[in-house]
């Protein structure tokens, strides 16, 4: 589990984060969603160590992040596996050569069991075989999986993905959606998904957070979100006409 | 930013980079294909610039040398020590910086705008190490062989261009190349060289790992990278002179 106790972050005037508390459950999918400028970014970056918080504290599974000595980070942080927005996977490497990469730094396995485990990370995500090919050569949605493959590698606890619906195809998106739910039952990790897609929000959301103003606003499940009155998140969630003519009729 | 600040945020990131390395295997392997990249990639145009470079200062020499009471020797003596001492560590340091100073600030400028900077950082990879450290070495192994290269080549240039064109004889250019030789001038130029390399590969990869922003960015990053590596190289050029010649 992952708790977040009164979090601030501010980049000279702009106070970016308010007094943020909230807490991630073990084997849930937590969704963070909020409309853009609110602070969901900052606060990823806070929690895994990108960025460090002016006060208040992070703490993983009762540990402080904030507390700990460069040795205790890098040690909770072969814990974290992380998917970017961008899949930020390393360009001069293979498919095979980005996934092995974390165990090649931080593992004693020897060569034929770093690829077997590639092997089944890709294999986990439906990519099989595609060992050799260079980032360039997959599309947007190939990325996203490889770079899921490469976090779940080192066998994580806590995994972060940053908008993995960014630029992706409905379809492919509820793939995604529905790998990183999948994986976060099958290995009962703490998963932290930052996200503006409401597809994700109803097929996978199992602890949804609204982050407005910094704050933390609303939280509760999907069935919850899709009842409340709150004005802010009937603005989000109802934001298209299509939308608001759908609440309607169903209302 | 002052000037203060970011002499202060480089020497930081030094700091960083020479802290100890996670594993020590990949970091081999690392800089062995840097090796390849900054350095073997170099030396086709070390070679081409070298020749040229060395022609051209023994035909100046040569065109020069009005006075009938200065020996013919006397061009292959200064082609030797012109460059020696100062074309091939410092003209070519300053064209390496232009190549592998930009290409290094792009590559990891590139690195940080699609956030695989932060990806080594979330796995727990001391970034700046593991980028900038195997870069430094096979740039402080590597460079001195590509000058030791481009010494030679120069001499050969400057050789063909006065014996084809009849300037001087073969006899006496070689003797010009021999005498007065101090093996100190060769030390000169390889201290020299070994921290124009440190010089190029840290304030490039400082430029490209503070980068901010886009695509746009990287391609200013790389800019600077190449406007700072060779403001200081001739800083530094300045300060080794006075404090290893005088």
């Not at chain 1, 932290?192 to 957070?209: A, K, P, Q």
């Not at chain 2, 990891?108 to 950082?121: K, P, S």
């Not at chain 2, 390889?190 to 980068?211: D, E, H, N, P, R």
Request: charged share 20%; proline share 2%; hydrophobic share 45%.
């Amino acid at each position: 589990m992952i708790e977040v106790k009164n979090v601030n972050k501010s980049f000279g005037e702009n106070h970016v984060l308010h007094d943020f508390s909230a807490k991630f459950e073990e084997g849930q999918v937590n969704l963070i969603i909020g409309q853009s400028g609110q602070g969901k970014s900052v606060l990823t970056k806070c929690i895994v160590g990108l960025m460090e918080v002016d006060s208040g504290s992070v703490l993983y599974n009762g540990r402080d992040f904030s507390k700990m000595n460069r040795k205790e980070r890098k040690d909770i942080r072969k814990e974290i596996g992380m998917l970017f927005q961008g899949s930020a996977l390393f360009d001069s490497m293979s498919v095979e050569e980005n996934i092995m990469f974390p165990l090649k730094m931080f593992t004693n396995m020897s060569k034929k069991e770093m690829q077997e485990r590639a092997d089944f990370c890709l294999e986990r995500v439906n990519l099989s075989g595609r060992n050799k090919l260079l980032p360039a050569e997959l599309s947007g949605g190939m990325m996203k999986r490889v770079a899921i493959a490469r976090a779940i590698s080192m066998k994580p606890k806590y995994l972060f993905c940053d908008e993995p619906n960014s630029g992706l195809d409905p379809s492919t998106s509820i793939l995604i959606d529905n790998l990183i739910q999948e994986i976060t039952y099958e290995y009962g990790m703490t998963t932290v998904v930052i996200t503006h897609d409401m597809n994700s929000v109803i097929e996978i959301g199992d602890h949804i957070i609204f982050i407005h103003t910094g704050r933390n606003w609303w939280q509760g499940t999907k069935e919850e979100i899709i009842k409340t009155d709150n004005p802010e998140i009937i603005d989000f969630v109802y934001a298209s006409k299509f939308m608001k003519n759908l609440k309607g009729k169903l209302a | 930013m002052s000037y203060i600040e970011s002499v202060g945020k480089y020497v930081g990131m030094i700091r960083q980079v020479f802290s100890k390395p996670e594993r020590l295997k990949v970091y081999y392997t690392r800089t062995l294909t840097e090796i390849e990249t900054i350095g073997i990639n170099s030396a086709g145009i070390v070679a081409i610039l070298s020749v040229f470079m060395g022609a051209v200062i023994s035909l100046q020499t040569a065109s020069n040398m009005d006075s009938p009471l200065l020996p013919k020797y006397t061009i292959g003596y200064i082609t030797r020590s012109s460059t020696i001492l100062e074309f091939s560590p410092t003209i070519i340091s300053l064209i390496l910086a232009g190549k592998v100073g930009s290409n290094i600030a792009s590559e990891i400028g590139t690195m940080r705008v699609t956030e695989q900077i932060d990806a080594l950082e979330i796995m727990g990879v001391n970034s700046l190490s593991f980028l900038v450290l195997p870069k430094v070495i096979a740039a402080v192994f590597f460079f001195p062989f590509l000058i030791i290269c481009s010494m030679g080549l120069s001499i050969i240039g400057g050789y063909y261009a006065v014996t084809l064109s009849e300037l001087a004889s073969h006899e006496e250019f070689v003797y010009g190349i021999r005498a007065f030789f101090k093996v100190s001038d060769i030390t000169y130029a390889l201290v020299k060289t070994c921290v124009f390399a440190f010089v190029i590969v840290t304030v490039s990869s400082y430029f490209g790992y503070f980068t901010k922003g886009g695509a746009l960015d990287v391609g200013k990053s790389s800019t600077q990278a190449v406007v700072w590596s060779s403001i200081v190289i001739l800083l530094t050029n300045f300060v080794l002179t006075q404090l290893i010649l005088m």
